[in-house]
């Protein structure tokens, strides 16, 4: 089989790969949403920026943890019932012992986006998910992209805004309240990041390798040559 030949092989092949893919994806769209993130999954949160003062005063007691304080929690089980997913998780709270076993309990996710109700996690596909669930909210909630936000009254009467923000598995990223001047009272953020992968990313590695077998190809030949 010649050089070009096996070019040719090759991109049918990587083609066939990239059309796979795409209608994988676009099938997993038009699926009901579901847990985008698996068992083992391993999560830390921690306290990035906490206004002692504006939560005092807000909230009307001293918080329990400090800047720079972590929680733990790591998902052993996923079930799922007829409505809803069924998460088996081990917590750590603040300035517990990692090195011991954490507290063993479920945390409930509702099937459909109208059972929403302030959860540690949403459904994939997230921005879809968020989209429908605030149909069914309140007026004190309102989305943009991936986050979503809540004008809530502290038991001191004053008011604040809570924004809780996932990534693309469903993962709450990012939580966080602002004072009614939208000054920060208290952040947590996830120390978990991802890579997205999606048919761009696919088609980007894909024309990668393809320049890649291109260019090793060429190099071949040129010694051939030389020779």
């Not at 693309?168 to 952040?187: A, H, M, N, P």
Request: charged share 25%.
């Amino acid at each position: 089989m010649n050089q070009k030949l096996k070019i040719i092989c090759i991109i049918g092949i990587l083609n066939f790969v990239i059309f796979s893919s795409c209608f994988s994806l676009i099938g997993k769209a038009e699926t009901d949403h579901e847990i985008g993130f698996n068992e083992g999954t391993e999560l830390i949160w921690e306290i990035t920026e906490l206004d002692l003062e504006s939560y005092r005063t807000i909230i009307g007691i001293d918080p329990n943890y400090e800047k720079g304080d972590q929680l733990r929690m790591i998902i052993r089980e996923i079930d799922t019932s007829i409505d809803t997913w069924i998460l088996n998780v081990e917590f750590w709270d603040y300035k517990t012992d990692w090195g011991l076993s954490g507290e063993i309990f479920n945390i409930y996710v509702g099937n459909y986006p109208e059972d929403y109700a302030d959860y540690l996690f949403c459904l994939t596909p997230v921005e879809d998910y968020l989209e429908q669930a605030i149909l069914s909210l309140s007026s004190e909630y309102y989305r943009s992209g991936l986050s979503i936000f809540k004008q809530g009254k502290s038991d001191m009467g004053i008011d604040y805004l809570w924004e809780k923000e996932f990534d693309q598995r469903g993962l709450l990223i990012v939580e966080t309240y602002y004072d009614e001047f939208d000054q920060i009272i208290i952040k947590w953020e996830g120390q978990f990041r991802i890579i997205p992968f999606g048919i761009t990313f696919i088609g980007f590695t894909i024309f990668a390798i393809i320049a890649i077998i291109v260019v090793s190809i060429k190099k071949k030949n040129l010694r051939i040559k030389i020779v």
